[in-house]
Nanobody
Framework: QVQLVESGGGLVQAGGSLRLSCAASGGTFSRYAMGWFRQAPGKEREFVSAISRSAHTTYAADSVRGRFTISRDNARNTVYLQMNSLKPEDTAVYYC??????????????????WGQGTQVTVSS
């Protein structure tokens, strides 16, 4: 059983930056591909970015590519999401998730077994 705890959310003006962190415990972190998802009010949870077990492969949604960067530190059992050039439409609850079966990176919500509780990101215009 893996426990995930996100942090780093907050209120920022458009054009600003935030760095989200997700600390994992209770499992062997390096055995999991990791992903970030987000959910805005009234919308379905959507894929943001993912990183493979070894960090060799990353992938980002079109809406954030070039602005958001995912990374991980397997020694610290932590995955990060650096978010730059934030826009009001990035406002959402951001979740990290762990995928035990992923050899690369996957984008489907159903493919991730473990989820954090989420952290709110609000971007003001």
């Amino acid at each position: 059983q893996v426990q995930l705890v996100e942090s780093g959310g907050g209120l920022v003006q458009a054009g600003g930056s935030l760095r989200l962190s997700c600390a994992a415990s209770g499992g062997t972190f390096s055995r999991y591909a990791m992903g970030w998802f987000r959910q805005a009010p009234g919308k379905e949870r959507e894929f943001v970015s993912a990183i493979s077990r070894s960090a060799h492969t990353t992938y980002a949604a079109d809406s954030v590519r070039g602005r958001f960067t995912i990374s991980r530190d397997n020694a610290r059992n932590t995955v990060y999401l650096q978010m730059n050039s934030l826009k009001p439409e990035d406002t959402a609850v951001y979740y990290c998730a762990a995928d035990h079966n992923g050899l690369g990176v996957r984008t489907g919500v159903a493919e991730y077994e473990y989820w954090g509780q989420g952290t709110q990101v609000t971007v003001s215009s």
